[in-house]
């Protein structure tokens, strides 16, 4: 069993829908969230991190986190077609060195907005 | 500012042959990594570099996978005697500290034939 599960999708939604992505994992240590987009041919670009439990904000996004149920959400409103891309789930341990250098990913859930 | 590059951005051998992938870090980050993304698979960590040592190697494969960064820059993925279960893309980051935000370069695609 993989420590992070996300469904691959394809998720395909109309303009201006409430988008609501999501991932399990199974390792306790997992500290550190964060929610990449991935466009076709490029590297993953940060969306938005945590550090806890509770619920992020950042214009259209939405992160939550739930370390209780290790459960974790994105959510998009107002999508746009601009939003069409993989989004991947990721997250990391306290490493040895004091950070989180050592992420790891869901597999990416691939989100098409129709216009 | 340039952001993290990488080259080349497709890379083409045959089976058993030598490969070397390069990333250039955005100036100024001290921590890089590369990860290696399988089709329809997320990034999978490989190693991480704190200047010019290898902090974590614990996610290469096997020994056929070396990767260096001798003057704490450039650093470069080495691959010996490749078996076709080593195509995928790799990917290169970089952080202004080990524990910043990892900022992604474009990848290279290995195919080995």
Same mark, same amino acid.
């Given at each position: 069993?993989?420590? &992070?599960? /996300? ?11 409430? &988008? ?13 969230? @964060?929610?990449?987009? /991935?466009?076709?041919? %490029?590297?993953?670009?940060?969306? @938005? ?6 619920? %992020?904000?950042?214009? !259209? ?15 998009? !409103? ?15 341990? !306290?490493? &040895?060195?004091?950070?989180? /250098?050592? &992420? ?5 859930? %691939?989100? /098409?907005?129709?216009? | 500012?340039? *952001? ?11 089976? #058993? ?7 250039? +870090? ?10 290696? =993304? ?11 570099? =704190? *200047? ?11 020994? $056929?996978?070396?990767?260096? $960064?001798?003057? #704490? ?6 691959? =010996? $005697?490749?078996?076709? #279960? ?15 935000? =990892?900022?992604?370069? +474009? ?7």
């Amino acid at each position: 069993q993989k420590e &992070v599960e /996300q469904d691959p999708g394809p998720l395909s939604v109309p303009e201006g829908a409430i &988008v609501s992505l999501n991932c399990t994992y199974s390792n306790s240590a997992f500290q550190y969230f @964060m929610w990449y987009r /991935q466009y076709s041919r %490029k590297g993953p670009e940060l969306l @938005m991190y945590t550090y806890s439990s509770g619920n %992020k904000e950042d214009g !259209r996004f939405t992160a939550q986190v739930d370390k209780s149920s290790k459960y974790i959400s994105l959510f998009i !409103r107002d999508s746009q077609p601009s939003d069409s891309a993989t989004y991947l789930c990721a997250m990391s341990a !306290r490493g &040895v060195w004091g950070g989180y /250098q050592k &992420v790891t990913f869901g597999t990416g859930t %691939k989100l /098409q907005v129709i216009p | 500012g340039a *952001g993290v590059s990488q080259t080349p951005s497709n890379k083409v051998t045959e089976k #058993g042959k030598y490969v070397e992938l390069r990333c250039d +870090p955005i100036s100024g980050h001290t921590a890089l990594y590369w990860y290696r =993304q399988s089709l329809g698979q997320g990034p999978e960590f490989l190693i991480y570099f =704190q *200047g010019t040592g290898a902090a974590d190697d614990s996610g290469l494969p096997n020994d $056929r996978f070396f990767a260096v $960064r001798p003057e #704490g820059s450039v650093s470069t993925l080495k691959i =010996q $005697r490749t078996e076709r #279960g080593d195509s995928a893309v790799y990917l290169c980051a970089s952080s202004s500290s080990g524990a910043g935000t =990892q900022y992604f370069g +474009p990848g290279t695609r290995l195919t080995v034939l």
